[in-house]
Each structure stands twice: as C-alpha cells, then as structure tokens.
C-alpha cells in the first residue's frame, strides 16, 4: 500500500465509520443499522405519486447501501416522496451507486459497484427483472468495480471501470445492455480511477452541452471531454478523491469531494475550472453525491444519510434521511408515452323506411402506446332518430357521445346504436375518435357512414296510382270540352 494510501487512511478514518479506503478499491463498508422491516416496506401511494411525478416535474433516485435500496426524493424541495421505490433487496443489490430509468422508461436501472453490473428493476413495482449491463451478467474483462454512469445522446450507457483488464476505462453498452466498444480507452486524457461520467446539459462558458466531465479518485481530478470522447483539456482537481458532477442553474459545476477530510466537501468551479466556493460541514465527510435544489441549496450524501447545506455559509440546513450510506443523486424524467393510433370504422344493417336499424362502430387501438380516455362524437342528422345504444352514449338526439376510456394497444371497443329514418333518401352520419395525447395517424380517427333509405313498395305503388288516376282525370276533362264543342 502507497505512502499516500496511508495518509488518507490515518487521517479521516476516525471521522468515517461508514466508509474506508476500500470503497477506492471497490468495497463499501458499513456500519449503520439496517432501518426496521416496517420502514421498509413498500407503500403502493407513494410509488404511485413517484410514477405520477417522473413525466410532469422528474424526481431524484438515490440509491443507499445500507439497506440496498433506491429512494426518490422531490427535485424541488429534496423531501423523500418514496423511501422505497426500489424495496430494500439483499439479493440483487449490494453496493448500489446511481439509479436512472432504462431508455424505455420501464425499469430502473442501478449500478452496484461490487456485483460489478447494472441490475435491472420494474418501474412500476420496484421489483428485480434482471441484469441489464453487460447483458448476460459480469464480464469482468469489460467492467469490474463499476460507479457511476450516463447516457451517451445516443441512448448509449457509458459506465465508469475502476479494475480489472478495463481499469480506468468508460465502457460503452447499448441500449439494451450489449456490451460495445470503449467509449473512452484506458487512462485516456488522464483518467485515473473514475467515478462519475456526467454529461453536460447546457452551454455555459466553453464548457459545451452535450460534452462530458469525468471525476477521478486517484488524483481527484476531473477531466473534459468532448461528445465523441476525444479529450479536451484537465477541467480542474478537486481534492484527492471526487465523486459525483452537477451542474448548477448558473453553469458552475458542483464536484463532491469524497477526501481526504481537510479538503473534502462540495466545490464549485467557474465554467473554467477556477475553484469558487466549497461547502464543508464539520459534522458531516465523505461526500458522494450532489444536486442543487430549487432554494439554491445544495443537496449531498455521504456515508450517514442525505442532507441539506446552505449554498452561501456551508451550515447544515437538515439531514432529510439519516443512518444510511447514501450515494449519487440522479434526476430522472420519464420517457415520453408512445403515441396511440386510433382507427374507428363502421357499417350498418338492412335500413327500412320508420324501422329501427342498427349501426355498428368499432374503434381499435393500433398502438404503439395506449389509448386514454378515447371517446366517439357521433353525430346524427335531423332525419335519422336516436332510439337507443348499447355503450350508454350521452349528449342530444343529434350529438352522442361514446366513452370507450383507456384502450391498450391492439385492444378494440364496439358500440352499437339503433336509429330510425323516417323519409326516404340517404343521411351521412358522422363519427370522430379521439383521446388524450397526440394520434400519429389522425385520418383514420374519422368515419362518415352513408345511410341510404328507399320509399316503401307501398308508398311507391300510391304514388303510381295517384299519377294514373290524375292522367285519367285529365283525359276525361279533355274528352268532355272536345263533346261540349
């Protein structure tokens, strides 16, 4: 073990009970106890909250190794809306670094710096679907002593490699977890033990969005690259050992500093590296993770649970959950719903002149997504009676509506409604689907069904003789004035 390994030990061991140079190494220790089986058990109210939150506003994934679970917490505020959004589980987690959705949306995804994968977790249940990256399990040789990690624009997963044949490498998996070619090679532009990948959302300075810091525990420093993964420059160095990167709403960069504890904390750099404030609170060490909250406050973790600082004076505002080895803080929304194609289409049976007859419609969800809350405006002209339906239609004689509600993809409703024609001729009847969201195919949500009504036999044949007999009439008349003559 290095001289230097041996400073960091002798001097912030006695303030970390929850954390020791072995977490450099790919072990984190902790000595907190576990939360009671009550505190962990799901709540299905607050997963729904969470579930309603991720498309509107985003929440805050933080996965804590104590319990080997992921907590959410609001991006605002930083209160905790679900301390179990994925249940504590001792099978599939045992390190748990940073939590973000699947490209798809439907699974949380969480590295675990020891089992060396990130585990896949249903979104909707929090329960374990199965080893997203790499895909298959473990592969040592493509990532061992994993951290943190991004998305690439490209849907890409760009992982952190702290050991084994890849050290100091970004690996690279496809969207579906598949194992692709380095994104960043071994040591490249200096990387030295990485621990986050952080992808830059806006411009600021000449840091450019869309290009990446990568944080380093060897050396602590944190180190630019541009969007293809070709080096730029050294962004700055922030310690000895740096953890997780934000950015804060003015473009500065926020870097948790995880040691040693003289120089520890949350730094913030200038988007040209130079150092402007560090906020070190003397009852907390060992900074993992960071997020700047609404009130400019600064939200961190560390090995005895997730706090609160005061941007401007470093003061411990709260510890909003303590007791747990917390770690990165990602902020996470909701892949956009997949639109849902609806398709009305329509017929009618034999029509009868004042007989009721039947016109059937038929609405399909030709997906990708699900429909919600689809509805059928029927529209009726004067002529045509409303006699009655059978999907409990609304409205006036002329104007009915259909409430089919939510339909999944593939899924089809069908309504029948019984009208009368009262005079002869052809009537449209005109129908419209629609639902909430976008329809990607809006022409096929339309029908105009043609109802075409003949005069009776009856009424024909009247007709006929009325004609004759008036023929007849006049025939007469012209006789008797040729007589009269």
């Known amino acids: ?23 450099r190494n790919g072990v984190d220790i902790d000595s907190n106890a576990p939360a009671t089986a009550a505190q962990l058990a799901p709540d299905p109210l607050r997963r729904a909250q969470v579930l309603g939150a991720i498309p509107a506003g985003g929440v805050l994934l ?3 190794s104590t319990n080997r679970r992921v907590l959410a917490l609001d991006p605002a505020t930083g209160d905790v809306i679900d301390a179990n959004f994925v249940p504590a589980d001792a099978v599939n987690l045992q390190t748990p670094v940073s939590a973000m959705l699947s490209p798809d949306g439907t699974q949380v995804l969480v590295s675990d710096q020891i089992r060396d994968v990130i585990q896949g977790f249903d979104v909707t249940s929090g329960a374990f679907v199965a080893t997203f990256a790499p895909a298959g399990g473990a592969n040592l040789a493509i990532a061992d002593n ?3 990690w991004e998305y690439a624009a490209d849907g890409n997963l760009l992982v952190s490699v702290g050991g084994g044949a890849n050290n100091n490498a970004i690996a690279r998996f496809s969207p579906s977890g598949a194992p692709l070619t380095n994104f960043i090679a071994p040591g490249l532009g200096g990387i030295a033990s990485p621990f986050d990948v952080f992808r830059l959302p806006v411009t600021s300075g000449p840091l450019l969005a869309g290009e990446y810091l990568i944080s380093n525990s060897s050396n602590g420093g944190v180190n630019r690259f541009s969007a293809s993964g070709v080096p730029v420059a050294n962004f700055a160095t922030a310690g000895t050992f740096a953890q997780q990167i934000a950015q804060a709403d003015n473009g500065n960069v926020l870097v948790a500093v995880f040691s040693p504890p003289a120089n520890d904390g949350v730094f913030e750099f200038s988007p040209t590296g130079t150092q402007i404030a560090r906020l070190d609170n003397p009852t907390l060490a060992g900074y993992r993770g960071v997020w700047e909250l609404a009130n400019g406050n600064i939200l961190t973790t560390n090995g005895g649970g997730i706090h609160e600082l005061d941007r401007t004076t470093g003061a411990l505002v709260r510890t909003i959950v303590p007791a747990v080895s917390a770690r990165y803080i990602e902020f996470v929304q909701g892949a956009a719903a997949p639109p849902a194609d609806l398709a009305l289409t329509g017929s009618s049976g034999p029509i009868s002149l004042g007989q009721p007859a039947t016109i059937n419609l038929t609405l399909t969800n030709n997906g990708p997504g699900a429909a919600t809350n689809a509805s059928v405006l ?4 004067p002529a045509v009676v409303y006699l009655s339906d059978s999907c409990a239609t609304a409205g006036t004689p002329t104007a009915r509506t259909w409430t089919a509600g939510n339909l999944a993809a593939a899924a089809s409703a069908n309504c029948s409604v019984t009208v009368r024609i009262d005079q002869p001729g052809t009537f449209i009847i005109s129908a419209v689907a629609r639902a909430d969201g976008s329809d990607p195919q809006p022409g096929n949500n339309a029908l105009n069904l043609p109802l075409g009504v003949a005069a009776r036999a009856v009424d024909a044949l009247h007709g006929w003789a009325l004609t004759a007999l008036m023929g007849l009439l006049a025939l007469l008349g012209w006789v008797a004035l040729r007589r009269r003559a």
């Open 1 to 23: 073990m290095s001289k230097s390994i041996l400073f960091v030990l002798a001097s912030f061991l006695p303030l970390l009970a929850s954390a020791t140079d072995a977490e």
């Open 62 to 64: 933080v996965p804590e």
């Open 146 to 148: 994993i951290r943190g």
């Open 378 to 381: 029927l529209t009726l002209p």
